[in-house]
């Protein structure tokens, strides 16, 4: 079975209902873009238990992405859980795509005095639509590509599991990646069930993410939403750039 569990990746509150998921999971799968093959090592070693636990226990527990980080590493340690990683990796050209809209997107913050409110809207549009092309579209395909194929090569060095009777895959996304679960569902290829969850019911996004969902779904985005998604950017430090999600 396959099921993925869908939230923010900030704060360790954001796992909230995550524990139960990964207790029933025989492979867990986080997201890790822009990952290197040390990452990989490390995550496994902290869940065979070979890494020191003080190393875990000392990253700040108040500070963004490596409190969410640090929650996830202190639940994975010592489980023995097999871990695969199928996001983009630091070489994959998707890295030097982000950065390249983060450079033009502070560019067009700082011109945003030489535009009316008309060129602003269109040009903004035509940033984001290029954005959530990258950053999810081809990203979603990229991970169900590999899911099938980094699954296959972990199953190779531990057949120990194909003797299972009911093999458990848990996923670890942000929840602008809900395309990976319908895509899944879709594709009859798959024989396993599939099924996800989110951390808050409902599932609120920042205007952010909204716009590059609908985008990703070709649904509507209306001028509106837009500017709120280009506010949203300019007030928030931690949106001053792309927001990889």
């Known amino acids: ?8 990746h900030s704060y360790g509150g954001d796992l909230r209902g995550f524990y139960e998921l990964f207790k029933a999971a025989d492979i867990v799968i ?5 990952w290197k093959e040390k990452n990989l090592k490390d995550y496994r070693d902290v869940a065979s238990g070979k ?14 992405n490596i409190s969410f980080d640090r929650e996830f590493l202190m639940t994975l340690y010592g489980t023995n859980k097999k871990i695969v990683l199928i996001d ?12 390249d809209f ?8 700082r011109s945003l005095g030489a535009k009316n409110v008309e060129e602003t809207i269109a040009q903004f549009r035509e940033l984001e639509i290029r954005k959530a092309r990258v950053v999810v579209s081809v990203r979603d395909e990229y991970m169900l590509e590999q899911l099938g194929l980094k699954t296959a090569d972990l199953l190779n060095e531990n057949p120990e599991l ?3 009777d009911k093999l458990s895959v848990l996923l670890i996304l942000g929840a602008t990646h809900t395309g990976v679960y319908h895509e899944l569902k879709a594709r009859e290829r798959w024989e396993a069930s599939v099924s996800r969850s989110f951390r808050d019911v409902p599932q609120l996004y920042h205007y952010s993410a909204e716009v590059l969902r609908r985008l990703r ?3 509507p985005v209306s001028d509106e939403l837009l500017l709120k998604d280009l506010l949203e950017s300019i007030l928030s430090n931690k949106r001053s750039g792309v927001f990889v999600v």
């Open 1 to 8: 079975s396959i099921h993925i569990f869908y939230s923010g």
């Open 30 to 34: 986080p997201e890790a873009f822009g």
């Open 51 to 64: 890494m020191n636990k003080d190393v875990i226990t000392y990253l700040p527990s108040e500070v963004p």
């Open 88 to 99: 983009a990796p630091r070489e994959s050209k998707m890295i030097d795509d982000v950065n």
């Open 102 to 109: 983060d450079r033009e997107n502070k560019s067009f913050i």
């Open 162 to 164: 194909l003797k299972k």
């Open 217 to 219: 779904f070709g649904k």
